[in-house]
């Protein structure tokens, strides 16, 4: 069956009677792809990109509100500066036309590199069910495994929170600009009160904060000691493959040149 | 609203016609319309996104045919290299394609023009950076970028 629900409330009952029977569909650019290179077909879709207000982006008390459907072209305009960098870094223009937040955060693949930039920002994760109703998550708490999620099957991911009054940075190495996935990517964010996330992605079974480098910059500030010695400790944290886009030893080190380059970015610019 | 079985009542509307016809609830419009309805313009080759030969419009922004299932279509306008035309006047694009040798086999061709024409109807004056955005997901294997992106940059100027 193919469920192209008009209401959201709709979605939720189907979602919560069929559960992880039902494949929850947005641009697709994930599951037509395995539909494309797989025997692998659902036997039930739940298109969610009929809904109303399913890419809304709106503004509200000092929170940015991305509607599950919100697509990485919207988030490349948002002046959120890491996430909007990492949203025009995937695909061309025609996946960022139709992939969405939701999708990146539905298969939770350690080098999504919108989940990377929710990550260095605090974000919240809104999960809804039909009867138990909406919680909300720390994004920190979301993943829980290499592409898992605490999303459970009766449940769909209805939208993402974040801050707006964050300064980020953010950078991917990657063979070329874009059509392309990460060797690694870093968003950092300082919230503020001071607050530090470093966020990496590619260097862990899932999108990992290097919490201990974190720590040095929130007790001794941006100086040049604590950039090196957060550098240096963000090598040890990180846990990267070798695989066929590159070696564990080339990712351990430049997530090292990403700690000192990012950190002193957020230390010269005062904005973005 | 939902399937019976896995087949789909698709209605939309593609280069200016109105379909109403039963679809697979997992067929690609990209193949949806070339063997179905045989606008074979429309060409694929990665089928996952990366080389953006199937690139069509729906609702005036840049898709790649391949990833989107058809019953997503529903109430969509799609528009196909075949919809640019007018009877034998060609658009501005297709002309300053052929102007400028801006294809050797061709096959990227369609999807570079559809992408072309997405970009341009957003922005007819894109900066450096919007263009290479805008047309970043489209490949081309063997003439080299220059003529091509010498054939958009004359479209745009005559852009209407």
Redesign the interface.
């Known amino acids: 069956?193919?469920?192209?629900?008009?209401h959201v409330d709709e979605a939720l009952e189907i979602r919560g009677r069929m559960g992880s029977d039902v494949t929850p569909?947005g641009?697709?650019?994930d599951i037509?792809?395995t539909?494309?290179?797989t025997s692998m077909?659902?036997k039930h879709?739940l298109?969610l990109?009929?809904l109303p207000d399913y890419t809304h982006v709106v503004r509200d008390n000092g929170n940015w509100v991305l509607s599950a459907g919100a697509t990485f072209?919207q988030l490349g305009k948002l002046p959120m500066k890491a996430l909007a960098a990492a949203a025009?870094t995937v695909?061309?223009?025609?996946?960022r036309?139709?992939g969405t937040i939701a999708g990146n955060l539905g298969t939770a693949s350690p080098a999504g590199d919108g989940c990377v930039a929710l990550m260095a920002i605090d974000a919240e994760v809104e999960l809804t069910h039909a009867t138990r109703g909406r919680r909300t998550i720390p994004i920190h708490e979301y993943f829980t495994g290499f592409r898992r999620t605490a999303l459970l099957a009766d449940e769909l991911i209805t939208g993402v929170r974040l801050r707006t009054d964050w300064r980020t940075a953010w950078y991917k190495i990657g063979k070329r600009?874009?059509?392309n996935i990460s060797l690694v990517c870093a968003a950092f964010g300082m919230s503020p009160e001071g607050g530090v996330r470093m966020a990496y992605g590619c260097v862990a079974p899932i999108v990992m904060r290097t919490r201990l480098a974190e720590e040095i910059i929130e007790k001794d500030g941006l100086t040049d000691a604590a950039i090196e010695a957060a550098a240096q400790s963000v090598m040890k944290e990180v846990a990267p493959i070798d695989d066929h886009r590159a070696s564990a030893n080339y990712r351990r080190a430049m997530c090292g040149v990403l700690a000192r380059r990012l950190l002193r970015e957020l230390r010269i610019k005062n904005t973005g | 609203m939902h399937t019976n079985g896995t087949s789909w009542r698709l209605q939309c509307t593609i280069n200016g016609q109105p379909i109403d016809t039963e679809v697979e609830q997992d067929e690609t419009l990209l193949f949806f319309l070339r063997d179905r309805l045989g606008l074979t313009g429309t060409k694929g080759s990665c089928l996952e996104g990366e080389c953006g030969s199937c690139t069509v419009i729906v609702d005036g922004q840049a898709v790649n045919s391949c990833l989107v299932l058809c019953p997503q279509m529903q109430g969509r306008t799609v528009e196909t290299i075949e919809g640019l035309a007018n009877g034998d006047k060609l658009h501005v694009l297709q002309e300053k394609f052929l102007a400028s040798g801006a294809a050797q086999c061709g096959y990227c061709t369609p999807g570079l023009i559809m992408a072309a024409k997405a970009l341009l109807d957003e922005n007819p004056n894109p900066s450096e950076q919007q263009f290479f955005e805008g047309m970043e997901g489209n490949i081309c294997r063997c003439t080299g970028y220059a003529a091509i992106c010498e054939a958009i940059r004359s479209a745009a100027r005559e852009w209407k």
Do not use: E
């Open positions: 069956m193919f469920f192209q629900p008009r569909l641009g697709g650019t037509v792809v539909i494309n290179k077909r659902p879709f298109d990109t009929h072209s025009m695909g061309g223009a025609a996946i036309n139709t600009g874009s059509i």
